[in-house]
């Protein structure tokens, strides 16, 4: 092996889906880079960003695709979708309407993605508790129906966002390994 050179056991390819602005961007990025932007702009261009963690002493490179703008119903193409074996779809503790289109984002992603996907249900913005207009309640019974992992998050303070990716890149490692 070529020194510096790291050594990969696997490669996970997920996906972030959901409506516009509910912090998907900002998620990758504090997962990422370990960063936050306040006034983040509208992602441009199709785009992934990696991490690789180690687990159970094997090293797993998270390539992480984030949308490109393309938040508009039936706007996200296959190839966004092709080769995932995880997803995070996320939306705003705040806006009622992120939460209410979860649905059909789900059925989106059946619709495009390998059966045996692994897929968390993020609510984010958890910070901002007193807007809150989707109470934990109704996310944990439609995660729960649907059989995905569920997690409140706040890219903003860093709440949650590791244990979402790795509660995900660890299920996956335990069905591949
Ligand atoms: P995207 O369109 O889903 O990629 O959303 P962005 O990541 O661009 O975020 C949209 C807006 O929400 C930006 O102004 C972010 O600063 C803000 N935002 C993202 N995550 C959080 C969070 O956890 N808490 C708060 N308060 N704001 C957030
Ligand atoms: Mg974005």
């Given at each position: 092996m070529a020194a510096g050179?790291?050594?990969?056991?696997?490669?996970?390819?997920?996906?972030?889906?959901?409506?516009a602005a509910v912090g998907k961007s900002q998620i990758l990025a504090r997962f990422a880079r370990n960063e936050f932007t306040i006034d983040s702009k509208a992602t441009i261009?199709?785009?992934?960003?990696?991490?690789?963690?180690v687990i159970d002493h094997k090293s797993v490179k998270a390539q992480i695709w984030d949308t490109?703008?393309?938040?508009?119903?039936?706007?996200?193409?296959?190839?966004?979708?092709?080769?995932?074996?995880?997803?995070?779809l996320v939306y705003d503790i705040t806006k009622r309407q992120s939460f209410d289109h979860i649905a059909r984002w789900l059925e989106e992603l059946r619709g495009h993605a390998d059966k045996n996907i692994v897929i968390m249900l993020v609510g984010n913005k958890s910070d901002l508790e007193e807007q809150r207009a989707v109470?934990?309640?109704?996310?944990?019974?439609?995660?729960?129906?649907?059989?995905?992992?569920?997690?409140?998050?706040?890219?903003?303070?860093a709440t949650n966002?590791?244990?979402?990716?790795?509660?995900?890149?660890?299920?996956i490692f335990n069905i591949v390994s």
């Open positions: 050179a790291e050594r990969i056991d696997f490669v996970f390819k997920v996906v972030l889906i959901g409506d261009g199709v785009e992934f960003q990696t991490r690789t963690v490109a703008g393309q938040e508009r119903y039936r706007a996200v193409t296959s190839a966004y979708y092709r080769g995932a074996v995880g997803a995070m109470p934990v309640e109704d996310a944990k019974e439609f995660a729960q129906r649907e059989g995905l992992f569920f997690l409140e998050t706040s890219a903003l303070q966002v590791e244990t979402a990716f790795l509660t995900v890149l660890t299920e």
